[in-house]
């Protein structure tokens, strides 16, 4: 708020009392970069599109590209298409072993794990180990490691072990933003291995670090996604409804409301609480179409089709939604397919086969 009220008030100040050294553009990117971080993806994406206004990528290649990494992010945090490009295009303007390349190749990684792409990984982390090694940062290294362990199966030994030794880096380098990095991934794998109690541990001790560092509004609906799936999957019900209701007070991002949503619907249809679980499917299927975990939000939204209509006693109904599973097939991981795949099962069951 204090960058925007500067920006209100450039135009008017005489140009001998601005500030030596500060163009106006930079004074756009740190508010850009401060809206990013603060979770107002509009605000920011504005402040973005007007650096971008100002710069020419043939001379300042560099900005443009942190800027197109803001816009990236900001774009995730609404479900907007186009992450993507700009993750690409600005990997194309961050020639040469540079910091900013390998911060690109990262959050290119990831964002590719998000979109459920994570075959498209290889490549990108085989160039940023390397790049790792010849910038000679323990930061890049922590880098490489988290996206060499998301392009590995989960299920491979050595993951686990590797994200580990991420985190620890990590807190040695005191670098709050990969540390949360490592905690969401690792509570991920861990949530995908079926191993709930150690992730309900690693996600509860996650959750508590994204509020010590300031990250619980930009973060903490991923986080809490993750404590509250595995808190459900070990019985302990109501400390994840409190967990959810604690990360919706923070209002995050449209992306993080979905992700949200998926498990707080998964626990109403559980509990047979038919309303709250239909107005969790209404906002997943009211929420922006946006590519970012669009395999899990599909399947989760048609999981939660056929167990609302099942609560509501209308097998006929649940059985016409699992004609849904047909468009998904070969875009989800095991642990989303097989409780779809169960949901089905009941669904046949009550309905005596049906037409599935």
Same mark, same amino acid.
């Given at each position: 708020a204090m960058l925007?009220? /500067?920006? &209100?008030?450039?135009?008017?100040?005489?140009?001998?009392?601005?500030?030596?050294?500060?163009?106006?553009?930079? *004074?756009?990117?740190?508010?850009?970069?401060?809206?990013?971080? =603060?979770?107002?993806?509009?605000?920011?994406?504005?402040?973005? &599109?007007?650096?971008?206004?100002?710069?020419?990528?043939? /001379?300042?290649?560099?900005?443009?590209? =942190?800027?197109?990494?803001?816009?990236?992010?900001?774009?995730?945090?609404?479900?907007?298409?186009?992450?993507?490009?700009?993750?690409?295009? =600005?990997?194309?303007?961050?020639?040469?072993?540079?910091?900013?390349?390998?911060?690109?190749?990262?959050?290119?990684?990831? @964002?590719?794990?998000?979109?459920?792409?994570?075959? &498209?990984?290889?490549?990108? *982390?085989? &160039?940023? !180990? !390397?790049?790792? /090694?010849?910038?000679?940062?323990?930061?890049?290294?922590?880098?490489?490691?988290? @996206?060499?362990?998301?392009?590995? !199966?989960?299920?491979?030994?050595?993951t686990i072990s590797l994200l580990r030794r991420a985190l620890h880096a990590a807190e040695a380098i005191s670098s709050g933003r990969l540390e949360m990095i490592a905690r969401v991934a690792l509570a991920d794998l861990l949530d995908a291995r079926g191993e709930y109690a150690a992730a309900v541990t690693t996600a509860r001790s996650a959750w508590q670090r994204a509020s010590q560092l300031g990250q619980a509004r930009y973060i903490g609906a991923s986080v809490a996604q993750w404590l509250a799936r595995s808190l459900l999957a070990v019985g302990q019900w109501d400390d994840a409804v409190e967990v959810i209701g604690e990360a919706l007070n923070l209002d995050p991002s449209p992306l993080g409301r979905a992700q949200l949503s998926l498990v707080s619907g998964q626990i109403a249809c559980a509990r047979g609480n038919v309303d709250t679980a239909e107005r969790c499917l209404q906002f997943l299927r009211a929420a922006q179409p946006g590519p970012q975990d669009a395999p899990r939000r599909a399947a989760m939204a048609a999981q939660l089709s056929i167990e609302t209509s099942l609560v509501r006693g209308d097998p006929a109904a649940a059985i016409a939604a699992c004609r849904e599973i047909e468009t998904l097939r070969g875009t989800l991981q095991p642990r989303d397919l097989w409780p779809l795949i169960a949901a089905a099962w009941r669904a046949c069951s009550e309905g005596k086969g049906g037409e599935a």
């Open positions: 925007e009220h /500067v920006l &209100e008030m450039w135009e008017r100040v005489d140009p001998a009392g601005l500030p030596p050294g500060v163009e106006h553009s930079q *004074v756009l990117e740190a508010a850009a970069d401060a809206a990013c971080w =603060a979770v107002e993806p509009t605000r920011g994406h504005r402040m973005v &599109e007007a650096v971008l206004a100002e710069l020419d990528p043939a /001379v300042d290649g560099q900005r443009v590209a =942190a800027m197109l990494l803001q816009r990236a992010m900001m774009r995730q945090q609404q479900m907007h298409a186009g992450e993507l490009d700009d993750l690409q295009t =600005a990997l194309r303007l961050s020639a040469g072993p540079s910091p900013q390349r390998a911060e690109t190749l990262g959050q290119l990684c990831r @964002a590719l794990y998000l979109h459920g792409r994570v075959d &498209e990984c290889g490549p990108l *982390v085989a &160039e940023l !180990s !390397s790049l790792a /090694v010849r910038l000679g940062e323990q930061e890049w290294t922590v880098e490489a490691w988290v @996206a060499e362990a998301l392009a590995r !199966s989960p299920h491979d030994a050595g």
